[in-house]
T-cell receptor
Framework: DGGITQSPKYLFRKEGQNVTLSCEQNLNHDAMYWYRQDPGQGLRLIYYSQIVNDFQKGDIAEGYSVSREKKESFPLTVTSAQKNPTAFYLC?????????????FGPGTRLTVL | GENVEQHPSTLSVQEGDSAVIKCTYSDSASNYFPWYKQELGKRPQLIIDIRSNVGEKKDQRIAVTLNKTAKHFSLHITETQPEDSAVYFCAARRLAGYSTLTFGKGTMLLVSP
């Protein structure tokens, strides 16, 4: 289903803990993205990466970090500095960011802070 | 940066009726406008898109119109069916350089049998 996977599906975290969400794609896409989805807020961009070892902040990057060491992988770390981390997180990928390329989404990870 | 407003936030229709969702955007340089559908508990999927050199695009029961002068675009669904029930997101993007998609806040469409 699109060749992009996220794990885990559900994640629970205690306040003050960092947690890492996994995103893997086998579509050979250069570009990858992380979005946060809250009820009534749409999809808000956290970070994106155009190519290995390069990434850029999106609209709501504070309290998050990413890495892009491999083309297939774009993990997102939610740090303790994120004040309200409970949300649904979606990873996406596209061939690149310079044309009319469809973004393919993963199934998402629902993070709950206890 | 770009700002995309989407209305209505919820829309209830009877099966067989038409549904219209409207979006406005702020960046006059935006020239690519996709629509995504997210069924309950599933991932968003692209259903149709339109480029700024086209005023209208159709795909079976779905159509999108674009008015660049007014900076708004709309999704039209005809002969709605219960399986059309989902959240629909519009988005806008400037294709010059390395830009990203800006999404609207979504419209929850409920089609009652």
């Amino acid at each position: 289903d699109g060749g992009i996977t996220q794990s885990p599906k559900y994640l629970f975290r205690k306040e003050g803990q960092n947690v890492t969400l996994s995103c893997e794609q086998n579509l050979n896409h250069d570009a990858m993205y992380w979005y946060r989805q809250d009820p009534g807020q749409g999809l808000r961009l956290i970070y994106y990466s155009q190519i290995v070892n390069d990434f850029q902040k999106g609209d709501i990057a504070e309290g998050y970090s990413v890495s892009r060491e491999k083309k297939e992988s774009f993990p997102l770390t939610v740090t303790s500095a994120q004040k309200n981390p409970t949300a649904f997180y979606l990873c996406a990928s596209s061939i690149d960011r310079t044309a009319y390329n469809e973004q393919f989404f993963g199934p998402g990870t629902r993070l709950t802070v206890l | 940066g770009e700002n995309v407003e989407q209305h209505p936030s919820t829309l209830s229709v009877q099966e067989g009726d038409s549904a219209v969702i409207k979006c406005t955007y702020s960046d006059s340089a935006s020239n690519y406008f996709p629509w995504y559908k997210q069924e309950l508990g599933k991932r968003p999927q692209l259903i149709i898109d339109i480029r700024s050199n086209v005023g209208e695009k159709k795909d079976q029961r779905i159509a999108v119109t674009l008015n660049k002068t007014a900076k708004h675009f709309s999704l039209h669904i005809t002969e709605t069916q219960p399986e059309d029930s989902a959240v629909y997101f519009c988005a806008a993007r400037r294709l010059a350089g390395y830009s990203t998609l800006t999404f609207g806040k979504g419209t929850m469409l409920l089609v009652s049998p």
